[in-house]
């Protein structure tokens, strides 16, 4: 029918990078066939990399509200499907990184984002990428409330068994399993600064980050905190008097 035709029209113009156009090809067609997964899904998807493009902040805020209601109003229409949950997560977790950094709170946008990607879970307990959004979010959040002199470690603690549960599912998941390297590094520190033993973290870590190296050895990023962790171990054995 019209509405499939105009909404082939709009994956098309993502597909080729024609934002605007799409965007208005796809808002069309959500108003008249609200059942169309895809249609939303990539409509949002346009809202998201306009937003990455966006030059000021009013404008980035303004079209991550807009994908925010996008998958909320996707979601009315649906509320067993993951992939909206999960997009709105992806927004919520961009939201509280630029609360973040502009000194503002991002706590309600972790909440959020938990809830979605909680959701995603409760929904397909199968869902890899689910379980390692999940982690992610507690993984930061952990880390924000160490800068504001909080305990991290109930979210850490949850964060590991996510990230754990996603290379469960997937065992060569590259991305969880970086995270759980990361999340190691982060708890270790964490355990310094309390006077702890933060060895077996560390170990836990750098075996994670050569996990890591093994499956994308191009990636830099692994390379840098498995030195960072090196590191950290080395500055470790300096403070207990050992080689």
């Known amino acids: 029918g019209p509405a499939h035709a105009l909404a082939a029209d709009g994956i098309l113009a993502y597909c080729e990078q024609r934002y605007e156009e799409g965007r208005a090809r796809l808002e069309e067609t959500v108003k008249h066939e609200r059942l169309m997964e895809e249609a939303w899904e990539a409509l949002a998807r346009i809202l998201e990399r306009q937003e990455m493009g966006a030059r000021t902040y009013e404008e980035k805020e303004l079209l991550r509200r807009r994908a ?8 009315s229409t649906d509320q067993a499907y993951p992939p909206f949950y999960l997009g709105r997560g992806n927004v919520h977790m961009r939201a509280a990184v630029i609360k973040h950094r502009s000194g503002n709170d991002p706590l309600p946008h972790f909440a959020a984002a938990e809830r979605d990607f909680g959701a995603c879970v409760r929904i397909d307990s199968e869902h890899a990428e689910g379980w390692h959004r999940l982690g992610a979010v507690r993984l930061d959040r952990g880390r924000y ?47 310094m600064d309390q006077g702890q033993d933060a060895a077996s973290t560390l170990a836990a870590g750098m075996e994670d980050m050569t996990e890591s190296l093994r ?13 960072v962790l090196r590191t950290q171990m080395g500055l470790h054995l300096k403070n207990q008097g050992k080689d």
């Open 145 to 191: 409330l160490t800068q504001r002199g909080l305990d991290p470690l109930p979210d850490w603690t949850q964060a590991e068994r996510d990230l754990g549960q996603s290379l469960y599912l997937r065992r060569d998941y590259f991305m969880p399993r970086f995270k759980k390297g990361f999340l190691y590094l982060y708890w270790a520190m964490y355990q």
């Open 215 to 227: 499956l994308t050895p191009g990636d830099t990023d692994p390379w840098l905190w498995m030195g």
């Open 68 to 75: 925010e209601q996008v998958y909320t109003e996707a979601l």
